[in-house]
């Protein structure tokens, strides 16, 4: 076999290896197998662009629950795609149209815009597709779906269909969350709140026929060009004068009621409220109660219209400057106080929502609300981590009508066809093309120009990727999916519309599990500007802080969620070229907590970097001292001449793969990478491979001995690579196949132990991907082996630090003296494995004696009954004398120069007092530091 290169280089590995995974078939799942199903399928990725971490961490994690369950002999189906994400890819393909042709939407036809949005579809799709093969993804590429492909397309006509029929979907005026920017409506989970400072203004509103006024507080004034009322509490007594009486608008001229309503609170204010319905959720509520009509002041692009005359034209904040600046004019402002207000912003173009009356289509949710808190409550579907359910249950509970009308151009668009005569008339149609009574008399029919939410296709997901209206084999198999891995900030958007969608259209959930991930935060670094403004630090400077440069006076620091304006993004492609795939997976695994945020350091690529080079050494030493031919090797290990660190390595592998098991079924990703990483590296190649040397290398022990070593060696080494596969898939399936060049052909052996039957029948496989992944043997978990080493463990730990504290060096030999009663069981327990120690650490002779040895300058320390002491060597006593000696020639001057000050009359009589005093103290110091370095010089030369 070729000898391996000294370190792992990942780029010559990885696009080899998927291309051999992707090639050979491996991804693929049957419908019609027998095994038991496992299927995910994917978060569909926008197509707007590149992976972003948030999409590595979600992708690995996934690719390691598939990996696992298709070793464990699960037929494992991992759905891939891609989401048009309807309001960021028009968005982002507006941008990139103005950048590139100075053009806006409105100067294409829809059609003209569309063949853009689809161009740049294609070519973003392809790029992530790239790059969750770079991530080392196992999707059976053969099945990618797209949610508006023509499956997809299907599936949503006819969801709508069937919700429109059954009386879920309706049309109607309402107030919506109104984007002004990409101008569409928004649900209301897609608007994030942020607070701004801004003001409450007191308004003086004249009442009819010069009766006095009544002052309003409100926090947008430009809104009372829209004001049908002015409400306050029935409760209020201030105010009971005045209900039933009217006011003339200042602006207007409109007569508006006083009315009151229990919604109104007194303390806020003045207690005095102006009503704008269109213009506000809760006055929009109270507008139904009281029949109030319905005041429209604003354009979808977010300017005063033709009702709000004389400002009709201006933004919403230009306006509201003119309004103010016209009733001071007026003399009806009371007052102007600061106020924090809590403002909505839509969570795609940042733009500040506004409450806008429009014709929309809804689902009525109240009928699914029951379910939806069924079947978390019922664990038909597990949250996890379990302390989600509360908020899932608030949200339930607070739930509303599903705005899934977007004023887009890029999505599905509604199947609902109007006639232009009867406007009352509507057909909803499911099919392809247009509907037969539209095909008939076309000019008399018009499609609704809107299209649904993303959100609407996106909960169809787990079915619709599997064919569904259709009745599909892989439906029949691998529905419901097995789970679903997500970040906890789409548990609205997404899963809980996912959960009911599958109830309603399958009769049964989607998943049984979620695991929701926290969101990952990177370090964000800035300095404050002697104007008050923040800088955010450049890359350059910002990546030498992540890597431990020290940070300079001025310089701030926090872990925040990533963003390019922040300069703490970490993107996950630059991180594999830089440390390879394997490394960022384990980083990111090793890194997911049960918690809600991930902060996640750019050290830890490098870390996981280092430890896949640790895997290439310890497998590259295992293989430069593997000679054993393959049919040697089928003859398997004797189960009865295992030494004390052969039952205790395969103890404890057995014991970590059924830790590592246990954590993956958990969803403990951070755990599962902790317990392959420490028995790897710290058990395996520090210790076993360690003790296994002089074995290996002739200087003890048969050459059955050696043969028994190299066979549990490559034992273990099979078992470790599998079971580290799933989190790097692309280093272990590089040392397995290197494994497999060495062993695969192994006869079967019907005699030998199973473990190495096991091996040999993994080998066989045609990959690592495919073979098996490792299974417990509970009678090879052996609490006793491990007892012993553990105690062992301690004994070396404890010469470990006599060494460091005698500043011993690694290379140097040392004796070791056990003191204690010769039967003590610790002592003969250490007489007994003596040889672990001489493997693990420098040492000559170990003396075992009921007496302190007689040695002057050794170091010693207490462990249970004994005494462990460690002599000097002759060669370090040589070099510590000569040490001392430069030490007690250095001291003799200073004693001289001291003494000749002391001595001096001239000096005693000018000099301060305190001084003299101290040079005193310091002289009998170095007087006594003398006679120490003497004495140790004197022992040394004995």
Not at 530 to 546: F, M, N, T, V
Not at 666 to 684: L, N, P, T
Request: with cysteine; hydrophobic share 40%.
């Amino acid at each position: 076999m070729k000898e391996l290169p000294p370190s792992y280089e990942p780029k010559t590995v990885e696009k080899k290896t998927y291309h051999f995974w992707k090639e050979s078939g491996f991804f693929h799942a049957d419908p019609h197998s027998q095994k038991p199903p496992f299927c995910i399928v994917i978060p569909p990725p926008n197509v707007t662009g590149r992976l972003h971490m948030g999409h590595a961490l979600v992708d690995t994690l996934q690719d390691i629950l598939i990996r696992w369950k298709r070793m464990s002999g699960f037929e494992a189906l991992w759905i891939p795609g891609t989401d048009h994400a309807g309001i960021s890819t028009q968005t982002v393909v507006e941008r990139h149209l103005m950048k590139t042709t100075h053009k806006t939407r409105r100067d294409f036809s829809r059609e003209e815009f569309l063949k853009h949005v689809w161009q740049w579809k294609e070519e973003s799709e392809q790029a992530i597709l790239s790059q969750l093969e770079q991530l080392g993804c196992s999707c059976d590429w053969s099945r990618l779906r797209f949610t508006m492909d023509e499956g997809c397309n299907l599936a949503v006509r006819t969801m709508f269909k069937k919700m429109y029929d059954d009386g879920y979907i309706y049309r109607g005026d309402y107030l919506v969350n109104w984007d002004p920017v990409t101008q569409t409506a928004l649900a209301d989970d897609e608007v994030e709140y942020e607070e701004i400072d801004s003001s409450l203004w007191y308004l003086r509103y004249p009442l009819e026929r010069g009766e006095g006024v009544i002052v309003v507080a409100t926090t947008r004034p430009e809104t009372m060009l829209g004001d049908t009322a002015v409400a306050v509490s029935p409760k209020d007594e201030r105010y009971a004068k005045f209900v039933g009486k009217f006011i003339d608008h200042p602006i207007t001229g409109r007569k508006i009621p006083i009315i009151t309503d229990h919604i109104v609170d007194p303390s806020f204010g003045t207690g005095a409220v102006k009503i704008t319905p269109a213009h506000d959720h809760n006055d929009y509520q109270m507008a139904l109660r009281h029949h109030l009509p319905l005041i429209n002041i604003m354009t979808p692009d977010g300017k005063i219209n033709e009702e709000g005359k004389p400002f009709s034209g201006l933004s919403m904040e230009e306006a509201r400057k003119d309004v103010v600046n016209r009733l001071h004019t007026l003399g009806l402002i009371e007052k102007i106080e600061p106020y924090p207000l809590r403002v909505g912003v839509s969570y795609r173009s940042k733009a500040i929502i506004e409450p806008y009356l429009s014709k929309q289509w809804f689902v009525r949710m109240t009928p699914f609300k029951e379910k939806l808190i069924q079947a978390v409550k019922e664990k038909k579907v597990a949250l996890i981590p379990p302390h989600w359910e509360n908020t899932y249950f608030h949200w339930i509970e607070n739930l509303r009508d599903w705005c899934i009308s977007r004023q887009l151009w890029w999505g599905h668009r509604i199947p609902i066809w109007y006639n232009r005569q009867d406007t009352e008339r509507m057909i909803c149609y499911a099919g392809e093309g247009l509907p037969p009574e539209v095909q008939k008399s076309p000019d008399n029919w018009y499609q609704d120009e809107d299209v649904l939410d993303t959100w609407f296709s996106s909960a169809l997901w787990p079915f619709s990727t599997m064919g569904w209206p259709h009745k599909t084999p892989e439906l029949k198999k691998f529905y419901p999916t097995s789970t679903l891995i997500t970040g906890h900030d789409i548990l609205f958007f997404w899963v809980a519309r996912m959960i009911f969608m599958g109830e309603y259209a399958m009769g049964q959930v989607p998943f049984h599990e979620t695991f929701l991930h926290g969101l990952i935060y990177g370090k964000s670094y800035w300095r404050v500007q002697k104007d008050g403004s923040i800088h955010y630090l450049a890359q350059e400077e910002r990546i030498s802080y992540e890597l431990g440069t020290p940070i300079p006076k001025g310089v701030h620091s926090k872990w925040e969620k990533m963003s390019k304006s922040k300069g703490n993004i970490i993107d996950p492609l630059e991180m594999i070229d830089q440390f390879g795939t394997d490394a960022v997976r384990m980083a990111l695994t090793f890194s997911v907590t049960m918690a809600r945020q991930i902060d996640l350091d750019r050290r830890r690529f490098e870390e996981f970097k280092n430890f896949a080079n640790k895997i290439w050494n310890g497998a590259r030493f295992v293989f430069m001292n593997l000679d054993l031919p393959a049919e040697t090797f089928s003859e398997g290990i004797d189960l009865k001449k295992l030494s004390l660190e052969d039952r205790w390595i395969l103890s404890l592998m057995y014991r970590t793969i059924q830790e590592v098991i246990d954590a993956l079924t958990a969803y403990q990703f951070d755990k599962a990478a902790a317990k392959s990483y420490d028995f790897f590296w710290k058990e395996f190649c520090a210790y076993y491979v360690e003790i296994s040397k002089p074995i290996l290398f002739g200087k003890s022990g048969t050459l059955q001995d050696k043969e028994q070593k190299q066979k549990i060696l490559a034992i273990v080494l099979c078992n470790a690579i599998r079971l580290m596969h799933p989190m790097a898939p692309f280093i272990t399936e590089e040392l397995f196949s290197l494994l497999k060049e060495r062993f695969g052909n192994s006869p079967v052996n019907e005699k030998a132990d199973p473990l190495t039957k096991e091996v040999i029948a993994a080998l066989k496989k045609p990959a690592c991907i495919v073979s098996l992944f490792p299974t417990v043997r509970e009678d090879r978990i052996d609490e006793s082996a491990e007892n012993i080493f553990s105690n062992m463990d301690e004994v070396l730990r404890v010469i470990r630090n006599i060494r460091a504290e005698m500043q011993l060096p690694p290379q140097f030999s040392s004796d070791l003296f056990v003191v204690g009663d010769l039967d003590d069981p610790y002592l003969k327990m250490i007489k007994d494995h003596q040889t672990i120690l001489t493997a693990l650490v420098k040492i000559g002779k170990i003396v075992f004696t009921s007496s302190k040895p007689e040695e002057k300058f050794s170091s010693s320390a207490p462990l249970k009954n004994l005494n462990l002491f460690i002599p000097l060597s002759q060669e370090l006593r040589e070099r510590e004398k000569q040490r001392i000696a430069k030490e007690l020639e250095k001291k003799t001057l200073q004693i001289d120069g001291a003494k000749r000050q002391l001595t001096n009359p001239d000096f005693i009589a000018k000099a301060p007092s305190s001084l003299v005093e101290k040079m005193k103290k310091e002289f009998d110091q170095h007087l006594e530091e003398l006679a120490r370095l003497k004495q140790k010089f004197e022992e040394l030369d004995d």
